[in-house]
C-alpha cells in the first residue's frame, strides 16, 4: 500500500511556473508503481494531467501528457527519494483547478489516463492561476 501526498500547490499569475512534490511512502520498492497526476476544477470532472509509467514497464519511465499541458509541463520521478514532480510552465488560469497525486501498482497494458486505474490518491493541492 501506498499513500501519496502532496505538496507545492499556491496562488500565482498567469505565465509563472510551479512544481508539485508527491511524496509516497511504500513498503514496496516506488519504482513499482505508475504515478499520475489528475486535476479538477470547480464543478467539473476529475481529468488526466500526466502520467509516468513503472519501471518495470517496456518503457520504464515512459511519460504521457493530456493535450493541453503537452510542451508546458513535466512529469518525472525520483525513485530513491520516492517522490514525483510535476513542473508546471506558462501556466494559465485554466490550469487552475486542485491536482491529485495517484498511484498504481504496474502492471501491462494498464491505460495511464484513465482514474479507475489508479488505486491510490492523495488530498490534493490547489493551484490557482490569475489572469
Known amino acids: 500500500q501506498v499513500q501519496p501526498v502532496e505538496s507545492g500547490g499556491g496562488l500565482v499569475q498567469a505565465g509563472d511556473s510551479l512544481r508539485l512534490s508527491c511524496a509516497a511512502a511504500?513498503?514496496?520498492?516506488?519504482?513499482?508503481?505508475?504515478m499520475g497526476w489528475f486535476r479538477q476544477a470547480p464543478g467539473m470532472e476529475r481529468e488526466f494531467v500526466a502520467a509516468?509509467?513503472?519501471?518495470?514497464?517496456?518503457?520504464?519511465?515512459?511519460?504521457y501528457y493530456e493535450g493541453s499541458v503537452e510542451g508546458r509541463f513535466t512529469i518525472s520521478r525520483d525513485n530513491a527519494k520516492n517522490i514525483v514532480y510535476l513542473q508546471m510552465n506558462s501556466l494559465r488560469p485554466d490550469d487552475t483547478a486542485i491536482y491529485y497525486c495517484?498511484?498504481?501498482?504496474?502492471?501491462?497494458?494498464?491505460?495511464?489516463?484513465?482514474?479507475?486505474?489508479?488505486?491510490?490518491w492523495g488530498q490534493g493541492t490547489q493551484v490557482t492561476v490569475s489572469s
Open positions: 511504500s513498503g514496496r520498492s516506488f519504482s513499482d508503481y505508475n
Open positions: 509516468i509509467s513503472w519501471t518495470g514497464d517496456i518503457d520504464g519511465g515512459r511519460t
Open positions: 495517484a498511484a498504481t501498482v504496474g502492471r501491462y497494458g494498464m491505460s495511464y489516463a484513465r482514474s479507475f486505474e489508479y488505486n491510490y
